[in-house]
């Protein structure tokens, strides 16, 4: 029999536990596995074909999560597989509670969700916040008629007196963000494609059925959302114009500031009501927040830490090109928020890492030397697939081999996006083995020599490096958990910087030069040893010990990680 004080003891736990949970803050460490982990965007359509029709769906995710286990990856971020005509390959959502056929069924999600829990890999699905498919039954409905129940769950307006549009805000992708419906003789609103009608948020039916959607994936095993374009969720309800600016868009149309239609007061509403579901099930949020500098970054975490736990820092993406002093600037604007960075060089919208940074020399030399930055600084990183193999960008060279929309509607000046969305790059064989069909997207040559099976057999290959700097980063707190120090921040050539944590430290020293270069570390100034320094993951450097100094020796985009202690 239980001792009386063992069963009230139980009682009271029993009794709290609830309470505890309801009120504990969004930052309890029961919240926090994704500041541990390793993000991993992939782009269901590119990265495994199981049944070899070209393309990727979710069986080919499950037959790889061994191999993203081994790399040292945590969660996966899939772009959408949502039920979509595909306009904007899957940003076009018709059903927000169900997989694309050509994806799978959600059988094959829930084996999914079960195989990465064996790995340990989690899953993360991309919301689309701002808009539906104009196929979605929700627009459906709303189009049917004025009077439909449905027909403010989007913003439908009259147009002006000579049959223009109500304002001269322009889409994203190029022309009038308005189209007339001819059946009710209004326009609606899609600052994405006509295709992808803007759901209104002010709605609260709209935003009931939103968050309910998130609480069906919660339910079946996912642990969060990268949300899609949060800051064009609202637009002022007076319909100004936006102001006109000098000059032509990429698509001809009229330069514009949006200010009336985009980063409106009431986003954060909605993040705090996302981030209040996401509570419920231990969730994590990741933003798709381009914002103009640091301080508007930092509003999407919420003023009590009560917004996205993870906005993407796209400042980071922004530098293009390998300079100590500018990602120098970049981390000290990240570190002055005093929140949690999120570091992304690459997604699948932006060109890929490999070529915006590469010199055509020594890009491999670069890849790892982006690899030793992003994945040992104090915050969350993001990967996007392929980049542990230095995949290149495969850009079409002709308007007619293009199927990205954008790149058909802007050519030439805008090639869209195709080249940073090609498929992974598995083995030297056919389609670098992504498929025995031929793919969606070409592959490009370099698949021969940057792919998973050949890179594997190389002790210095850009995957093997990922892979040493991945499991140093799971098997060292100061890379998870350790503060920032930036060293030596006068060095134009050369940036390097402390991970410390607990009377210890990681030191990380990256040449970003063609040159060789050498940096003197003193380590004592750090109360820590010059002497006690241990090698941990290096690429074409080595570090002579010394009580005065340590000196790191660096060949051209030579990388150096030492273990310190005191």
């Given at each position: 029999?239980l001792h009386?004080?063992?069963?009230?003891?139980?009682?009271?736990?029993l009794?709290v536990m609830p309470?505890a949970?309801?009120q504990?803050?969004?930052?309890d460490?029961g919240?926090?596995w994704?500041?541990?982990a390793?993000?991993?965007?992939l782009?269901?359509r590119?990265f495994a074909d199981?049944?070899n029709?070209?393309i990727?769906d979710?069986?080919?995710?499950t037959?790889?999560m061994g191999?993203l286990?081994d790399?040292g990856?945590d969660?996966?971020w899939?772009?959408?597989?949502?039920?979509?005509?595909?306009v904007?390959?899957g940003?076009?959502?018709s059903?927000y509670?169900?997989i694309?056929p050509?994806?799978?069924?959600?059988?094959?999600?829930?084996?999914?969700?079960?195989?990465g829990k064996k790995?340990g890999?989690?899953?993360?699905?991309d919301?689309v916040v701002?808009?539906?498919?104009?196929k979605?039954?929700?627009?459906?409905?709303?189009?049917a008629?004025?009077?439909n129940p449905?027909?403010?769950?989007y913003i439908?307006?009259?147009?002006?007196?000579?049959?223009?549009?109500?304002?001269n805000?322009?889409s994203i992708?190029?022309?009038?963000a308005?189209?007339?419906?001819p059946?009710?003789?209004?326009?609606?609103?899609h600052y994405?494609y006509?295709e992808?009608p803007?759901l209104?948020?002010?709605n609260?039916?709209?935003q009931k059925a939103?968050?309910?959607?998130?609480?069906?994936?919660?339910?079946?095993?996912v642990s969060?959302?990268?949300?899609d374009a949060?800051?064009?969720?609202f637009?002022?309800q007076?319909?100004?114009d936006?102001?006109?600016?000098?000059?032509?868009n990429?698509?001809?149309d009229p330069?514009t500031?949006e200010v009336?239609?985009?980063?409106?007061?009431?986003?954060?509403?909605?993040?705090r009501?996302?981030?209040?579901?996401a509570?419920?099930?231990?969730a994590?949020l990741i933003?798709?927040?381009w914002t103009?500098?640091?301080?508007?970054?930092?509003?999407y975490y919420g003023?009590?830490n009560?917004?996205?736990?993870m906005?993407?820092?796209?400042?980071?993406?922004?530098?293009?090109?390998?300079?100590?002093p500018?990602?120098?600037?970049?981390?000290?604007?990240a570190?002055s928020?005093?929140?949690?960075?999120?570091w992304?060089i690459?997604?699948?919208d932006?060109v890929?890492?490999y070529?915006?940074?590469g010199?055509?020399?020594?890009n491999?030399?670069i890849?790892?030397?982006l690899a030793?930055?992003?994945l040992?600084?104090r915050g969350?990183?993001?990967?996007?697939?392929g980049?542990e193999?230095g995949?290149e960008n495969?850009t079409?060279?002709?308007?007619?081999?293009?199927?990205d929309?954008i790149?058909?509607?802007?050519w030439?000046e805008e090639k869209?996006?195709?080249g940073?969305?090609?498929?992974?790059?598995?083995?030297d064989?056919?389609?670098?083995g992504?498929s025995t069909a031929k793919?969606w997207?070409?592959?490009?040559?370099?698949?021969?020599?940057h792919?998973?099976?050949t890179?594997?057999?190389?002790h210095d290959?850009v995957?093997?490096?990922y892979?040493r700097?991945?499991?140093l980063?799971?098997?060292?707190?100061?890379?998870?958990?350790?503060?920032y120090v930036?060293?030596?921040?006068?060095?134009a050539?050369?940036?390097a910087?402390?991970?410390?944590y607990?009377g210890?430290?990681v030191?990380v020293?990256?040449?970003?030069?063609?040159?060789a270069?050498?940096s003197?570390?003193?380590?004592?100034?750090?109360?820590l040893s010059?002497?006690k320094?241990?090698?941990?993951v290096?690429t074409a450097s080595?570090?002579?010990?010394?009580?005065?100094?340590?000196?790191?020796?660096?060949?051209?985009f030579?990388?150096?990680v030492?273990g310190?202690?005191?």
């Amino acid at each position: 029999m239980l001792h009386w004080k063992k069963l009230f003891a139980a009682a009271l736990v029993l009794f709290v536990m609830p309470l505890a949970f309801a009120q504990k803050p969004a930052t309890d460490a029961g919240h926090e596995w994704w500041k541990r982990a390793v993000f991993y965007e992939l782009y269901p359509r590119s990265f495994a074909d199981s049944n070899n029709d070209g393309i990727g769906d979710l069986k080919g995710i499950t037959s790889k999560m061994g191999y993203l286990r081994d790399l040292g990856v945590d969660a996966i971020w899939i772009t959408p597989c949502f039920p979509s005509p595909q306009v904007d390959f899957g940003y076009d959502v018709s059903d927000y509670e169900n997989i694309d056929p050509m994806y799978g069924t959600l059988a094959d999600f829930d084996a999914m969700v079960a195989e990465g829990k064996k790995k340990g890999v989690r899953i993360i699905l991309d919301f689309v916040v701002n808009h539906s498919s104009d196929k979605h039954p929700w627009f459906v409905e709303s189009s049917a008629s004025k009077t439909n129940p449905k027909r403010d769950w989007y913003i439908w307006r009259d147009g002006k007196a000579d049959g223009q549009p109500p304002n001269n805000w322009i889409s994203i992708f190029g022309g009038p963000a308005w189209k007339l419906d001819p059946r009710t003789g209004q326009f609606y609103y899609h600052y994405f494609y006509a295709e992808q009608p803007d759901l209104n948020w002010r709605n609260p039916e709209v935003q009931k059925a939103m968050f309910d959607a998130t609480r069906f994936w919660y339910k079946r095993g996912v642990s969060g959302f990268r949300l899609d374009a949060v800051d064009t969720l609202f637009e002022v309800q007076d319909l100004r114009d936006n102001p006109v600016l000098d000059g032509k868009n990429k698509f001809g149309d009229p330069m514009t500031q949006e200010v009336f239609d985009k980063k409106l007061p009431e986003v954060h509403d909605v993040m705090r009501g996302l981030r209040k579901v996401a509570d419920e099930s231990g969730a994590v949020l990741i933003g798709e927040t381009w914002t103009q500098d640091i301080a508007e970054l930092k509003q999407y975490y919420g003023e009590h830490n009560d917004e996205i736990q993870m906005p993407m820092n796209f400042l980071f993406t922004e530098v293009n090109k390998v300079s100590a002093p500018e990602f120098r600037r970049q981390i000290a604007a990240a570190e002055s928020t005093g929140q949690w960075p999120v570091w992304v060089i690459s997604n699948h919208d932006i060109v890929r890492s490999y070529n915006r940074y590469g010199d055509g020399q020594h890009n491999d030399a670069i890849a790892k030397l982006l690899a030793g930055l992003y994945l040992t600084l104090r915050g969350t990183p993001i990967m996007y697939y392929g980049e542990e193999l230095g995949m290149e960008n495969n850009t079409p060279t002709r308007k007619e081999d293009v199927q990205d929309p954008i790149g058909r509607r802007g050519w030439p000046e805008e090639k869209g996006r195709d080249g940073e969305r090609t498929p992974m790059q598995w083995r030297d064989a056919p389609n670098a083995g992504f498929s025995t069909a031929k793919p969606w997207l070409p592959v490009p040559d370099s698949y021969k020599t940057h792919n998973v099976a050949t890179e594997l057999k190389h002790h210095d290959s850009v995957l093997n490096f990922y892979k040493r700097v991945l499991a140093l980063r799971h098997e060292d707190k100061a890379l998870t958990e350790g503060s920032y120090v930036a060293l030596n921040e006068n060095d134009a050539n050369v940036l390097a910087y402390l991970r410390k944590y607990e009377g210890r430290a990681v030191l990380v020293v990256l040449n970003m030069s063609g040159e060789a270069q050498e940096s003197i570390v003193d380590l004592a100034a750090q109360g820590l040893s010059n002497e006690k320094v241990r090698d941990l993951v290096n690429t074409a450097s080595h570090a002579k010990r010394g009580k005065a100094a340590l000196k790191v020796t660096l060949k051209p985009f030579g990388v150096y990680v030492g273990g310190v202690s005191k």
